[in-house]
């Protein structure tokens, strides 16, 4: 199983930025499409961002979307994710996943890792 340790997240104002790390080890990173979710305070976990095997295909959340970019070093077996213009609603723990056959949906995972923790102040 691939083991996945987030880092990045903290504390931030409201139209700031904050840079996610996801780094991999255990299996070959380099195979897996991969993705970002996160889980807000008493709210279910969402999709945020999306990227294929080579990085070459990306996809986002309505709510992320010209927001955040996702990217991925395939060398450093790390996935990362750019935000920018933080809102206070992307207070959330922050999850990276491997992305199995498209599926976005969080409730079809059930391996998470401990998250980044994310708080944007207004």
């Known amino acids: 199983q691939m083991r996945l340790e987030m880092s990045g997240g903290g504390l931030a104002q409201a139209g700031g930025s904050l840079t996610l790390s996801c780094a991999a080890s255990g299996r070959d990173f380099s195979t897996y499409d991969m993705g970002w979710f996160r889980q807000a305070p008493g709210k279910e976990r969402e999709f945020v961002a999306a990227i294929n095997r080579i990085g070459g295909g990306t996809h986002y959340g309505d709510s992320v979307k010209d927001r955040f970019t996702i990217s991925r070093d395939n060398a450093r077996n790390t996935l990362y994710l750019q935000m920018n213009s933080l809102k206070t609603e992307d207070t959330a723990v922050y999850y990276c996943?491997?992305?199995?056959?498209?599926?976005?949906?969080?409730?079809?995972?059930?391996?998470w890792g401990q998250g980044t923790q994310v708080t944007v102040s207004s």
């Open positions: 996943a491997p992305i199995v056959s498209g599926d976005y949906d969080p409730r079809s995972y059930n391996y």
